[in-house]
């Protein structure tokens, strides 16, 4: 499966921001989906996750619950991050996942990042 992240960009503080990741190949519904992202200087971090199809269980990172919403669209094999009401601190490389483990520890796919930048 490869992965491919797309959607980032330079936003004022307040503004918002949609993430794609399109997967290819069959198994993506097969896969849980996650987003995590890395700032400059600062470890990789979890920002959230969606089960797979029909379990509909998310999570997300206490830091960006309530103003980010992760979804997928197994027939588009794509998933999103509907980020809103962006702050300065969500400036990252942002990053898609997927992962058939009980827990993130292990991540069998990871995408390549896209740039989100939010300025003050």
């Known amino acids: 499966v490869q992965l491919q992240a797309s959607g980032g960009g330079l936003v004022q503080a307040g503004g918002s921001l949609r993430l794609s990741c399109a997967a290819s190949?069959?198994?993506?519904?097969?896969?849980?989906m996650a987003w995590f992202r890395q700032a400059p200087g600062k470890e990789r971090e979890f920002v959230a996750s969606i089960s797979r199809t029909g379990e509909g269980i998310v999570d997300y990172a206490d830091s960006v619950t309530g103003r980010f919403t992760i979804s997928r669209d197994n027939a588009k094999n794509t998933g999103y991050l509907q980020m809103n009401s962006l702050k300065p601190e969500d400036t990252a490389v942002y990053y898609c996942?997927?992962?058939?483990?009980?827990?993130?520890?292990?991540?069998?796919?990871w995408g390549r990042g896209t740039q989100v930048t939010v300025s003050s």
């Open positions: 190949g069959r198994t993506f519904v097969t896969y849980s």
């Open positions: 996942a997927l992962s058939n483990a009980r827990t993130w520890s292990k991540v069998n796919f």
